[in-house]
């Protein structure tokens, strides 16, 4: 083996392919991806301090390593690996490793850690952070103490013992797990699950073990736990403690010293699986109904019989019941006269900033408004100047571009900087843009369609110092900012600083969120007093500021009651984005997927394939129905790429891959 003693390594891709070598004593400093492709690494007491660095590594040791916040997604498609007496801080560490042995390892930021992971040994390990092992399989633990909501969801044949949970919504969704010795702490335990038994297990779970199909505990303590068993089949239960109460199980047995209350409130659905759950549905039960959408005036699905639409930003899921709900309410009352904006709009609206994204601005500085782009297109005509430049960072939403040129400004583009897959700003031609005395106004995508980027709060932070420095007002267009990466918030642009609050015109909207865009609902948020009237002025000559008949009791149900489904909704959009990326890792390795935390948006390097992604959509479609958007649309280098909404049930994204694998066949083929 070649020896690598205490070197400190620099640049990306510093030992790419690297094979037999013996680490020690080193550090990975700045450069991604150090250790792709490595075979046969044996690796000790080494710091890594960088991205990704050893994705698809095949026979790995590793021991006494140290990996800093800055690692993260360390390991993915790592085979064969073992690790021992390591510290990981950074989040996301290993996915779709196959056989990983891990002893004595403790995650610090165990967020989204050990996902799709198979052939998996977890030996005295300890993690801290939400969706630790999701979608696993064919895993065996002993001695792990997990701190952090969501462990397992998703993952079979599952073997734990002596292990410590304290997580809600732990084992959801799996199938064939056993957990022996152990002690789980944290509502609405093992909810959707099949064949689960318990052994010796101390749990308190306050509407814990519901709608579990083959429950089987022996020897238990159910302390504090209400409402459990909730339409739960087949149960063999013995639980040496008193249970609080039981609620509708469907058949089997429980035995217990006592129970409070039993409780059978349902009887029709004694005996058959209610379609669904009370409180917290499952999310297959949201996300993976096919509903038909053609003839019901849908733009994105005004196509032809054979035809897939998966282009223009709305999704094919029912939107959340208390949305539903409340404009059934109103549709009820038969009265649609004109309506003014009720202050518990504003109070739902800071609400929902507050408890989603940590945010609380005052709801006087609140607008209603009918629609994001109006207020961009009012807001262009207030802020700046017939000839003023409009600054955006191409590539970018297109109709931002509408609302500049059709208002008599020009577009100044800062294009985005592209290289090794990724997006960043260029701040020197931010600065010297934002530096034109003609630039009055940027137009900011926060989160950005369509490259799917989160921007950070010293990225915000910058462009707001920037932009007071230069007297560029900054309208942040955050009307994505709800559909993140769980875990992965996305920071409003006027809570980055003061600064940028100063310079602020924020949207947010609940349209695509809750894909309610049709609602025509969304609101400004302006905390300077001389721009809030500025603008006030605009969308009140523009009309834009009275709701229709819905807009606000949808709003109001959407932010006071919605929380949940969005939650879902963001991990069902996470699964899709992780499977457009396997699909096209497995099947098209000309492709390149942008990896993006927020939007339903993926953005697709196709430059491998064709500079011209028109041509390329136009034949895809032609030849196989799929109707995705090119990007040229988007400005910038947006020509190289195709863009895909996979807010859709994994059935269709299915569909829609196996189109687009044959599209591109038939563009190879004809231009051949
Ligand atoms: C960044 C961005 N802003 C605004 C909109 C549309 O907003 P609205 O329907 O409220 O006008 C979209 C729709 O895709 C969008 O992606």
Redesign the pocket.
Known sequence: MKEVNQQTLTGERALFQGHDLHITNSIFVDGESPLKHGKNLAIDHTIFKYKYPLWYTDHTQLDHTTWQPDAHAGAWYAKDMTMAHSMIRATKTFRHAQNLHLDDVTFADAGETLWWCDDLHLDNVTATGDYFGMNSTNVVVNNLKVNGNYAFDGSKNVEVHNSTFITHDAFWNCDNVTIYDSTIIGEYLAWNTKNITFVNCWLESEQGLCYVDHLTMRNCSLVNTNLSFEYCSNIDATINTTIDSVKNPINGSISAPAIGDIIFDDPPSIGARPLLPPRRPPMSNNFSEMIDRRHTNSVKWDVADNELPMWV?DMDFRTAPGIVAAIQKKAATGIFGYEEVPQAYFDAVQHWLTTEHNWTPQTDWMRFVT????AISSAVRRVSHVGDNVLVQAPV?N?FYNSIVNNGRHVLSSDLHYANGQYSIDWNDLAAKMADPLTSMMIL?NPH?PVGKIWTPDELRRIGELAATNHVTVFS?E??GDITTPGKGYTPFAAASDTCAAVSITAV?P??TFNV?ALHA?TLIIPDEHRRNVVDRGINTDELAEPNAFAIDGSIAAYTTGADWVHDLNRQITANRQAVTKFVQQNLPKLHVIAGDATYLVWIDCRDVTTDTQALCQVIRQTTGLFITAGAVYGGNGHDFIRINVACPAERLADGLDRLKRGLQAFRQQNN
């Open positions: 930003a629609g994001v782009v109006p939403y109709i995508c369609n267009d009307i994505h909207s349209s695509k865009a969304a």
